[in-house]
């Protein structure tokens, strides 16, 4: 800690603050504690955040942090070794404290102190431990405009750029937009293909096929670095550790989606073999019993009689025909869309159905078909085990996801392993979707799908 030099104001208070705290510049103990929230409604805005400024930062020698408003780390990203080396070195790692009254004057400790940005760079630091260093943050506010986090980019003291602080301030604010945005993060999904960038997923097809970062680097034309920083965030976020294992991953979701495409290539099939072949054969025959009717004479009383309820019994089958029809492919569906749909769906549900659909335009053919059904498979079970009074049924499409709810107030205590819930997933699944299942005993049912669903 240099004192010879000019002070500005907000270190020298830090500074002060750290006294009266006991601090000593010779002492540096960073506090850990392993229990932190990694999948918090801070550590879920800021993800996707966090991925496109490491991008951006690729090369730098930067290290880029998130922490809550304790100053608890809960994110790092850093692709370059030598940064972080560094920042192992100095403790700057998911799960320890940074804040100010702990290890003295920093960017992340000293903007939680003063509620506002905060750079710190060489002597500045209180520590001597980390005088070779220099970082900037700045807070991060929820909806309320209250701090609950801070995002900072800290590197060696030489390689310090002033311009280190408009990026905090950039990431800091885009992450507080996406917390301000009313969306309930924790009923998004953790992890699985809907949470991959579309680089993302280039960059793990290609590697599953055995493909070293060099060559896909160039197919891509991305750097190495670039391919690699991708990787590992597929690695993270698909809960795999080799390629091998990520080979596995997508054959089985592309052998789900193959058998799924099947079978509803089959139904559609069915479908218009009803339509055109057996629904045609009925109407024609109920016509020609009709007009047999009409031409008996009116002393054949009986035969007439006979010849009306063979017509009326026509009529009946060729009912059944089209409500089965109407299950197997609906034609509605592949004419108008899915909120048509689905509204005819929810108007023969036996429970009274709360209907929310937001779904501007079309979308792909598949992601129609399965949101159909998965809603029409809801439907189905909480008629048949709910015991429910009413369901609500939402379904909402933007930024490219569908999100299908289906939520009743009934008995709850669905099983989760059932048949029908089984089937549900794996369409989801096989549709590079989640679906997730709430049902406390007593307590009514929830089940919330999210499917990859860009516009036609």
């Known amino acids: 800690m240099a004192l010879n030099v000019p002070v500005r104001d907000d270190i020298l208070r830090s500074w002060q603050r750290c006294v009266?705290?006991?601090?000593?510049?010779?002492?540096?103990?960073?506090?850990?504690?392993?229990?932190?929230?990694?999948?918090?409604?801070?550590?879920?805005?800021?993800?996707?955040?966090?991925?496109?400024?490491?991008?951006?930062?690729?090369?730098?020698?930067?290290?880029?942090?998130?922490?809550?408003?304790?100053?608890?780390?809960?994110?790092?990203?850093?692709?370059?070794?030598?940064?972080?080396?560094?920042?192992?070195?100095?403790?700057?790692?998911?799960?320890?404290?940074?804040?100010?009254?702990?290890?003295?004057?920093?960017?992340?400790?000293?903007?939680?102190a003063q509620q506002a940005s905060s750079v710190v760079t060489g002597t500045e630091h209180f520590a001597d431990a980390l005088t070779s260093m220099a970082c900037a943050a700045t807070p991060v506010t929820d909806g309320a405009g209250e701090m609950i986090g801070v995002v900072d980019l800290t590197c060696t003291?030489?390689?310090?750029?002033?311009l280190l602080l408009p990026f905090a301030k950039r990431a800091a604010r885009?992450?507080?937009?996406?917390?301000?945005?009313?969306?309930?993060?924790?009923?998004?999904?953790?992890?699985?293909?809907?949470s991959l960038t579309d680089a993302e997923r280039a960059v793990a097809h290609l590697a599953a096929q055995g493909l070293?970062?060099?060559?896909?680097?160039?197919?891509?034309?991305?750097s190495q670095p670039m391919v690699r920083s991708h990787l590992r965030r597929v690695f993270r976020k698909l809960g795999v550790r080799s390629q091998v294992e990520l080979a596995r991953v997508i054959e089985q979701g592309a052998a789900r989606a193959r058998t799924m495409a099947a079978v509803d290539d089959t139904r559609q099939r069915i479908e218009r073999d009803l339509h055109d072949g057996l629904q045609q054969r009925l109407v024609t025959l109920g016509l020609q019993v009709r007009a047999a009717e009409a031409s008996v004479p009116p002393a054949a009383e009986e035969l007439k009689w006979e010849l009306?309820?063979?017509?009326?019994?026509?009529?009946?089958?060729?009912?059944?025909?089209?409500?089965?029809?109407?299950?197997?492919?609906?034609?509605?569906?592949?004419?108008r869309g899915l909120e048509p749909a689905v509204k005819a769906l929810t108007r023969r549900s036996p429970v009274p159905v709360d209907l929310t659909v937001r779904v501007a335009g079309r979308l792909p053919d598949r992601v129609e078909l399965g949101a159909y059904y998965i809603v029409s498979e809801a439907l189905a079970n909480v008629a048949k085990?709910?015991?429910?009074?009413?369901?609500?049924?939402?379904?909402?499409?933007?930024?490219?996801?569908?999100?299908?709810?289906?939520?009743?107030?009934?008995?709850?205590?669905?099983?989760?392993?059932?048949?029908?819930?089984?089937?549900?997933?794996?369409?989801?699944?096989?549709?590079?979707?989640t679906l997730k299942l709430t049902s406390p005993p007593g307590l009514g049912t929830s089940v919330d799908v999210w499917l990859p669903a860009a516009a036609r």
């Open 20 to 112: 009266v705290a006991g601090l000593r510049p010779d002492r540096f103990e960073v506090p850990y504690q392993p229990d932190f929230d990694d999948d918090g409604p801070l550590r879920w805005a800021a993800a996707p955040i966090l991925d496109q400024v490491a991008d951006e930062l690729e090369g730098s020698g930067v290290g880029l942090l998130l922490t809550d408003g304790r100053g608890q780390i809960v994110d790092r990203r850093a692709a370059d070794t030598g940064i972080l080396t560094r920042l192992d070195h100095i403790e700057l790692a998911p799960g320890f404290l940074y804040g100010e009254s702990l290890i003295g004057t920093n960017a992340i400790g000293t903007a939680i």
């Open 157 to 162: 003291a030489a390689d310090f750029n002033p």
């Open 174 to 194: 885009e992450i507080g937009h996406r917390l301000r945005e009313g969306v309930n993060p924790r009923r998004l999904p953790a992890g699985g293909w809907l």
């Open 212 to 222: 070293s970062s060099r060559v896909v680097a160039a197919r891509m034309g991305l």
């Open 308 to 335: 009306a309820r063979v017509a009326d019994g026509l009529t009946d089958v060729l009912r059944d025909v089209r409500e089965i029809s109407r299950g197997i492919h609906p034609a509605i569906l592949s004419e």
């Open 385 to 433: 085990h709910a015991n429910a009074q009413v369901v609500i049924v939402c379904v909402e499409a933007g930024r490219g996801v569908l999100n299908l709810s289906v939520r009743d107030d009934g008995v709850g205590g669905a099983d989760p392993d059932g048949s029908g819930l089984t089937g549900l997933r794996e369409r989801a699944e096989a549709l590079g979707g």
